[in-house]
């Protein structure tokens, strides 16, 4: 599906606008073929009342037959009608739907590592799970809407034809129906709005106690997050059920009001019958105009209902497309490296073929990290070029940090980078960053559960390591890429990763002396700026900031 673009601040009819200008033919076909089936039906009281007083009441039975032929014939029209209605409905909905899909999932890549901080993880979930069914249901609806409308038209038409006073009664009796039920749209729709919303945190804090749970154990906070979501889960259920209350009023409406209309047209009908202005079969023809109306000015109500749904969830897809990122796309520069990655903001250069360490709080780290990533704007130069100017600065640099999740599936292939690489690259990472054991034990050919939650912490660790050694990009950044593994295997890694990464730029986020006593070169950077810079041992003599920092103390 063609991206539409930013919503700007359009309604939320917008989006629905958007699919149906992207499905002219289907929606034609689908109110087409609806208004087939439909009128086939509508014309079958009409076809029971000839039959009835020519055949019956006249004693013709070649009239009887024929008509029964007639009767036969829209039976056939029918199936055939609804059977292709049905089709294009059916691929409506899925092209809306799996449309929306790809239009949400652009804007979430997109939009990065910023998406979390733009939206919750449960508004996400929830956008995804119910609000793109919600929207291309709006289309479905739309060919059954088209034939109620016409429908409800040529019945009127008939029964101005037979009686000129039952035929008024509908005429005005449609629209009242429909005026009596407008009022409990619009409380239906903000009901509808604060459970969506309601529901959304839900799945977000059901999502981050699931995260989170081996830490809440280890600190005891199981009972406090299960009380807050116990809460927020009375306050779905309360919301629910105003949403409940509000749909059961409307579809009770669209029962009574109806019914009510049904029966003012019998009782006028007979009473037409009675005093001779209208024939047995007119009258039956009649009855059954009025029971077969309460079907369409149903699925006018439901129309509404479910449209009045689809804006609700087209308003909150339309959040998601106006998400953007915090930094814009990559530029159009062609320079040639390696060059010097300079971060003005706290005076940091990666110089090529160097292992760096840069020593720093968590929030400065993570601070300059983004912005070498290009995931958080920033005066950031490679070489004498500004670093969102480069063209390819997503295939040169790549931040590792350890909110990183394995993947899904056969672990070689999910340890292997994007584009093709030697056999020899995935072994030699794998070997660097000492995840060998780990292979070794779950075979290569293991399928990896969701998140590799088989794996302890450290062999995480690992596999994930080794996995941004395989892509072997110009600029690594590692976020302490050894904090969960025992010492020996920390400095092991520390001593082979420098030769592996020999003529690249690398930088290591990290206070452990085993690194720091490994590395070409040292920063210490304090509250957002670079204090002092050398080697580990100059710097302990040096700088006590950088004394106490990596010392623990």
């Known amino acids: 599906m063609k991206d539409p673009g930013p919503p700007g601040d359009r309604g939320p009819w917008w989006y629905l606008a958007v699919l149906a200008a992207n499905m002219p033919g289907r ?23 000839r039959a009835l007083d020519a055949g019956v009441v006249g004693a013709d039975t070649s009239a009887l037959f024929a008509w029964t032929g007639v009767l036969l014939a829209l039976g056939c029209v029918q199936a055939l009608a609804d059977t292709l209605r049905h089709r294009v409905s059916v691929r409506a909905w899925l092209g809306a739907a799996y449309g929306t899909v790809q239009l949400v999932t652009r804007r979430a890549t997109a939009t990065g590592a910023a998406l979390p901080r733009k939206i919750s993880t449960g508004e996400m979930v929830s956008v995804g799970a119910a609000d793109v069914s919600q929207v291309a249901t709006v289309l479905e609806i739309f060919g059954r809407g088209v034939s109620a409308v016409v429908t ?14 039952l035929g008024l009664v509908v005429l005005v009796g449609v629209p009242l129906i429909l005026a009596l039920a407008a009022p409990l749209l619009s409380p239906y729709r903000r009901r509808e709005e604060r ?35 116990r809460a927020a889960s009375q306050r779905v259920r309360v919301s629910g059920a105003e949403v409940a209350r509000a749909e059961s ?12 209309l049904l029966v003012l047209v019998t009782w006028l009908g007979a009473r037409a019958v009675a005093d001779g202005s209208l024939s047995a079969g007119q009258l039956v023809a009649f009855y059954g105009y009025a029971v077969f109306l309460v079907q369409p000015l149903k699925v006018i109500g439901e129309v509404a209902g479910e449209t009045m749904r689809g804006t609700v969830a ?52 993570a601070a300059i990290t983004a912005r070498l990533g290009r995931h958080a704007p920033g005066d950031v130069t490679y070489g004498d070029v500004p670093w969102g100017d480069v063209a390819d600065v997503r295939d040169r640099v790549l931040v590792a940090v350890n909110e990183d999740r394995l993947f899904a599936g056969p672990l070689l292939p999910s340890l292997a980078p994007a584009r093709p690489v030697p056999a020899a690259r995935l072994d030699e990472a794998i070997a660097v960053a000492h995840a060998a054991d780990v292979v070794a034990s779950t075979g290569a050919d293991a399928v990896v559960a969701e998140a590799g939650r088989e794996f302890s912490g450290g062999q995480r660790q690992r596999l994930r390591l080794a996995r941004a050694l395989a892509a072997d990009p110009e600029i690594l950044v590692l976020v302490d890429p050894t904090s969960a593994v025992d010492a020996h295997t920390e400095a092991a890694i520390a001593a082979v990763l420098g030769p592996a990464r020999e003529g690249r730029t690398t930088l290591v986020c990290t206070t452990s002396p085993l690194w720091l006593t490994r590395v070409d070169h040292v920063v210490h950077v304090t509250e957002g700026s670079v204090t002092a810079e050398g080697t580990h041992p100059d710097l302990l003599a040096a700088s006590p900031s950088y004394a106490s920092l990596v010392s623990r103390d």
Do not use: K
Not at 331 to 360: K, N
């Open 27 to 49: 929606l034609a076909a689908m109110a087409g073929w609806g208004v087939v089936h439909a009128l086939s039906l509508a014309f079958v009281p009409a076809v029971l009342g």
């Open 152 to 165: 409800i038209a040529a019945v009127t038409s008939l029964m101005l034809a037979s009686s000129v006073r």
């Open 195 to 229: 459970y969506r919303e309601l529901n959304g945190t839900l799945i977000g804090q059901a999502t981050d106690i699931v995260a989170g749970l081996r830490v809440l154990r280890g600190v005891g906070g199981e009972r406090l997050f299960a009380d807050r979501y």
């Open 249 to 260: 009023m409307l579809s009770g409406a669209q029962v009574l009001l109806p019914g009510l």
């Open 314 to 365: 087209s308003r909150r897809i339309m959040a998601v497309l106006a998400l953007e990122p915090d930094v814009p796309a990559a530029g159009t520069a062609r320079v040639p490296g390696p060059a010097p990655l300079t971060d003005a903001a706290s005076g940091l250069v990666l110089r090529p073929g160097r292992v760096t360490a840069l020593v720093a709080s968590p929030a400065d780290t």
